[in-house]
């Protein structure tokens, strides 16, 4: 290992704590998982990441470096880990497939020979999380070695698709979910009312004015997002029925074609032409069974999650409920200069901590993120009391 630089030391020592925080977290699933063939994809891939802390390790010990000890996972994996432990692992799926994503990527262009090979790994993990959303745990075993046959239909896709769509960036998924929208709707909850109360302040000192416009801006504004949410979820869920619905009309219509066209989607998976035919015809014996694959595999659906209007109308109520409350309360609690300044840091704080929280889905600095929302919501913030200060008077 002569000749190697600091800089490359630091990306080892950099890419054996990443494998490390992987180690931990895949442990904790798997301990925290009931369903044994979910906890054993788990260790599984957990073995998969000490093999390549050890590829780090090594070449660290080989270049003389001393290798540091085991320390506490970063708060972004505690957090995942939290989140497991409460709601269950699979509500930590998104989180997790970008938190793989952004491994995969930092790997991405280091010039080491054993790279090539993790990479593969971490693509191999992706198509585990595939088969496990799929609700198919028998399809992450396959990844092990078990023919296609045996592979559930409706996880057929996750293991053998290799499309650019599938090996790249697979971890874009992580764009949507119930974390992801809980976080957003508490910032717009918080950055809306924060704005319009500290506007309202600006132009009255009367406690009164500024607690009922604050009320009214967090009702108005949770029905507003929760109505949006509904309309939208139902006109998407309402979408997708129809088109399952022509899906089935289809294969009731004109089955011959419909197991041809299945045939064909297997074959450009790589699947031989008789196993293509013989897997198509199997599935058309089943009409809900091939309808199924067919929602999936064509329109990119899954048909047991369509999404629940009425809970994400709920949860979008709630999470701008809780932001609005922030800058809200103090003025409920106390008046004057003191319901400012507290209203005001305790609006800077949540502001932080909900730009920390973005980061857990961006992999960002946690720092960077929260000083940036900070930024944001404080500039609304003094736009509006500037604004309301120039109509009314200044608070006293």
Same mark, same amino acid.
């Given at each position: 290992m002569a000749g190697v630089t600091p800089e490359e030391q630091e990306r080892s020592l950099a890419n054996l704590k990443l494998e490390r925080d992987a180690i931990a977290l895949y442990d904790r699933l798997a301990a925290l998982e009931p369903e044994p063939r979910r906890a054993a994809a788990f260790r599984s891939i957990a073995a998969n990441e000490r093999r390549h802390a050890e590829i780090w390790a090594e070449r660290l010990r080989d270049d003389g470096a001393t290798v540091p000890p085991v320390d506490? #996972?970063?708060? =972004?994996? =505690?957090?995942?880990?939290?989140?497991? &432990?409460?709601? %269950?692992?699979?509500?930590?799926? +998104? $989180?997790? &497939?970008?938190?793989? %994503?952004?491994? +995969?990527? /930092?790997?991405? %262009? !280091?010039d080491v020979p054993e790279v090539a090979g993790i990479i593969e790994d971490e693509r191999n993990h992706a198509r585990i999380w595939r088969a496990l959303d799929a609700d198919d745990p028998e399809a992450a075993a396959a990844l092990s070695g078990v023919v296609p046959q045996a592979i559930g239909p409706a996880a057929m896709a996750a293991t053998t698709d290799t499309s650019p769509a599938s090996t790249e960036r697979w971890h874009v998924s992580g764009t949507s979910g119930t974390l992801r929208a809980s976080i957003f709707g508490v910032s717009d909850g918080l950055v809306s009312n924060l704005s319009l109360v500290m506007g309202v302040v600006g132009a009255t000192s009367d406690n009164a004015i500024i607690v009922l416009a604050g009320v009214a801006g967090l009702l108005a504004g949770a029905f507003s997002m929760a109505a949006g949410e509904w309309v939208s979820m139902q006109s998407q869920r309402e979408l997708f029925e129809r088109q399952i619905d022509l899906e089935r009309d289809e294969l009731r219509? $004109? #089955?011959? !074609?419909? +197991?041809? +066209?299945?045939? =064909?989607?297997y074959q450009r998976k790589g699947i031989p032409e008789a196993d293509a035919r013989r897997l198509a015809h199997h599935l058309m014996q089943d009409p809900e069974m091939a309808l199924d694959t067919k929602v999936r595999e064509e329109l990119g659906l899954d048909p047991d999650q369509l999404g629940s209007p009425v809970g994400a109308a709920t949860g979008s109520f709630l999470a701008f409920v809780v932001g609005a409350a922030v800058p809200l309360i103090p003025f409920l609690l106390a008046s004057g200069t003191v319901a400012f300044v507290a209203s005001l840091t305790a609006s800077m704080v949540a502001l932080f901590l909900v730009g920390a929280g973005v980061s857990?889905?961006? *992999?960002? @600095?946690?720092? &960077? @993120? *929260?000083? =940036? !929302? $900070?930024?944001? *919501? %404080?500039?609304? /913030?003094?736009?509006?009391?500037a604004v309301g200060s120039l109509l009314g008077v200044n608070i006293s």
């Open positions: 506490g #996972p970063r708060i =972004r994996i =505690r957090f995942i880990v939290l989140v497991a &432990r409460l709601f %269950g692992t699979s509500a930590v799926s +998104e $989180m997790v &497939r970008s938190l793989e %994503g952004d491994e +995969e990527d /930092a790997y991405t %262009g !280091q219509i $004109m #089955p011959e !074609q419909e +197991e041809a +066209e299945l045939a =064909r989607l857990l889905l961006t *992999g960002k @600095s946690a720092w &960077r @993120s *929260g000083l =940036r !929302q $900070m930024l944001i *919501g %404080g500039l609304a /913030a003094a736009v509006t009391f």
